[in-house]
Each structure stands twice: as C-alpha cells, then as structure tokens.
C-alpha cells in the first residue's frame, strides 16, 4: 500500500481493550487483500435481529486500538437499536488506518470493498452503513461485494445518508431535556456549546440557531469558523469548549469527552450531544449526577440515524410517520431523564434498563 502524508489528518483514536472477555457473538479481525488495512467487524447481538451500525475509518495509534473503538461502539449499538425500539442487534466495522496515514481515493475504494468481503462472510449477521470516515457514496462501493449494506445514494435507489435525522433526533432530545431542568423546552436565548461541527454538529448549529439559541462553537477543522460567522456564533479553542458557561454542553466529535477532569470543569446545567460513547467509563455517570449535570445518554439522543436508516428503507415507509418517530426521541429521553429521577439513579442506569428491558421480551 503507498502511504500519502499530508499535514492535516485526522487525529488518531486511542483506545483501550477490555480487560474482560467481550461479550459478543462474533468478531472478525481481517487483513484486506486489496488495501492492506486491518477491516474489524463486531458482532455484539442479533437477539431482536440483523445486527445493524456503521463503519467507521479512522487512524489508530496501533489496530487492537480499532478493535477496541469496535468493541465499544458495537455494544452501544445494541443499547441504541434496542432503547429506540427497532427490531435489530448491534454490530459496528472499523477500518484501522496506521497514525499519521490519510488515504488517496484508489486505497479508500479498495478498503471499501474489502469491508464489503468482510460483511459479506458473516452471512447476513450484521448490516453495516456510513458513519465517522464514511458516507453514502463509499456504501456504494461495499454494494459491490455484498447487499449487506444500508444508506446508499439516492440515484441508486438508496435512502442516503442519514445526518439530518440523526441531528432532528438530538434536537428533539435538547428539547426534551431543556424541559426537564429549566421548566421550558424553549431553546430561545439558552446558550449551547457545540464541539465539533461535523454532518451533525453543523446541522444541528444551524437548527439551534434558527430557533434563536446564543451559540458558542468548536471544531478541529479551523475551516468550520466560516459556519461560526455564518450564524453569529462564538467560537471558542477546541480545548477550552467544556470550560465555557453556558446552559448545555453539546458533544459532536468522537467519544471519550467526558472524563472526570472535563466533567470538574463544566459550567453547565446539561450534556445532550451527538458524539458516541461520550462516557470516558461508566463512574463518570455517577460523577454528573453529583455534580447536578443532567447527562442525556448518547445511545438514546444520537439514534435518529440508525430509525432513519431502518424505517425509510422499508417499502411501506410514510414520511409523516418516520418524523414522527424521530420526534419521539426527544419523549423517549424525557422518560429516561425522569426514571433516574424517580429511582435515584443515574441517567446511564435508567437508560440501559429500558434497553435491557426491551431485549429481555425479545428473546
């Protein structure tokens, strides 16, 4: 594989394997023929069905650093199919690519269709779709080795991608959580930090703003000040996001945010974001409640996508009705904001006991 330097990559994830064995049903770790990359494919359930979740490409210190990112993002994805109520398991694929590593257009197509292979050879246990690195047009390319995949292009009778339902949904969910803490889901004058500005933050900016939110945003791409200035947003360093005062912190990036450093640091009554897995471990759960910070579970907030992508390619899909269920998001998190309340726990309890539950009558 020849290897393209450039001075702006994407910053590279570091995570760490669980020292328990994992829990799921299937993982295949494979060197693609075409491309040389490590294609990682985590199956965690298919107990309501096809495991569904996307496939994330992404640089990686060293490849069991994907393999954990899979882990991790698989089992979130069970949690999430099932809180939304969806009839599908959870799976995630990660294509490792080496730190300081950006691919030309050829090795991305090729990396694509060896993640197609790889899909392929579970025999329909998991559907994958774009994620982080991904996008409609490379589920494309996956097409062409299986039919394993969701989220194509339009023009090829695909339902796209699915950003815009994913950012309605944490919309519906900031609303929901407004109501819960300040007596009022009116996102007028409330001031919001966004950090990362990406196909949902940017969406989500623009929806916020519109409904008249004061805006602090943030991105490691310095080219996203342009949709700063566009909105009348502040914009605050990368580093310093979590420090400002505002009413809601709203994560967009990748997970890990929420350490308990960044947690003693924040100066906000709530966190509902887009990011996943924005937990750093579960004791940080506890650490918001402490604190006052109502956190609204990213596996809940963020699941607009994954509805979207079930439910519009179904032959008898109603617009009306598929808004309608992403809406509901925003009822689903305030019934999981109100059962921590009501039990004393903590907001990732609440929301891993309705997905529990949900998985429990579908066995």
């Known amino acids: 594989m020849s290897i393209t330097h450039a001075p702006a990559v994407p910053a590279e994830v570091s995570a760490t394997l669980p020292s328990d064995a994992p829990d799921h049903e299937r993982v295949l770790i494979t060197r693609g023929p075409r491309s040389g990359l490590t294609v990682i494919v985590a199956v965690h359930s298919t107990r309501l069905g096809q495991a569904l979740g996307g496939a994330r490409v992404w640089n990686y210190g060293h490849w069991t650093d994907g393999l954990a990112d899979a882990l991790r993002l698989s089992q979130a994805m069970t949690m999430k199919n099932a809180a939304a109520g969806l009839m599908r398991g959870g799976g995630k694929s990660v294509v490792a690519v080496p730190a300081g590593v950006v691919l030309d257009e050829a090795q991305r197509r090729d990396a694509m269709l060896d993640l197609g292979d790889a899909v392929e050879s579970l025999g329909g246990a998991y559907m994958t779709a774009e994620d982080v690195g991904t996008s409609a047009e490379l589920m494309a390319v996956v097409h062409e080795r299986t039919e394993h995949v969701c989220g194509l292009p339009p023009e090829q009778g695909g339902v796209g991608e699915p950003a815009d339902a994913t950012a309605a949904g944490v919309h519906a969910s900031i609303l929901a959580t407004l109501g819960h803490v300040f007596g009022s889901n009116d996102a007028a ?10 196909q949902v933050g940017g969406r989500l900016a623009r929806s916020l703003a519109a409904a008249g939110a004061r805006l602090t945003v943030t991105d490691v791409a310095e080219h996203k000040r342009a949709l700063a200035d566009e909105l009348g947003a502040a914009w605050v360093d990368p580093a310093e996001a979590h420090r400002v005062e505002a009413d809601v912190f709203v994560p967009c990036g990748l997970g890990g945010v929420l350490t308990p450093a960044v947690v003693d ?20 759960a506890v650490l918001l409640r402490d604190r006052g910070i109502v956190w609204a579970p990213d596996f809940v907030v963020n699941a607009g996508g994954v509805i979207y992508l079930d439910v519009a390619g179904q032959p008898d899909a109603d617009q009306a009705a598929l808004d309608a269920r992403i809406a509901g998001i925003g009822d689903v998190v305030g019934a999981v904001l109100h059962d921590a309340v009501a039990t004393g726990s903590t907001t990732l309890d609440a929301a891993e006991r309705l997905a529990r539950a949900r998985l429990d009558a579908g066995r």
């Open 189 to 198: 004058g409330r001031h919001f930090v966004i950090s990362g500005l990406g």
């Open 265 to 284: 640091e924040l100066r906000v009554r709530a966190v509902v974001g887009a990011a996943n897995n924005q937990l750093a471990s579960r004791e940080v």
